[in-house]
């Protein structure tokens, strides 16, 4: 079992500490995607150029969220890297 605040990658599977990923939410109730802040469904992201290229080609994010994800967030990933 993994220490407490520990999540997963969903583009390469590496578990961390939370604060080492990029946090992108679906927000409740009104289902805007954010990075880094918000209440809701969440996903997690390695913040490296791969994983975000991975999580974009095979829409995993968008699977993990259970909705689409613009183009524009995976740029705005892409810019924190």
């Known amino acids: 079992m993994p220490p407490k605040n520990y999540r997963r990658c969903v583009s390469c599977g590496l578990l961390a500490p939370k604060n080492y990923f990029s946090q992108v939410v679906r927000n409740f109730p ?43 967030i995976y740029d705005q990933l892409k810019s924190r890297c």
């Open 30 to 72: 009104h289902h805007q995607i954010t990075i880094n802040e918000g209440m809701g469904r969440s996903a997690y992201v390695c913040p490296t150029l791969e994983c975000i290229t991975i999580a974009q080609k095979k829409k995993r994010l968008g699977r993990t969220l259970r909705t689409s994800v613009d183009p524009e």
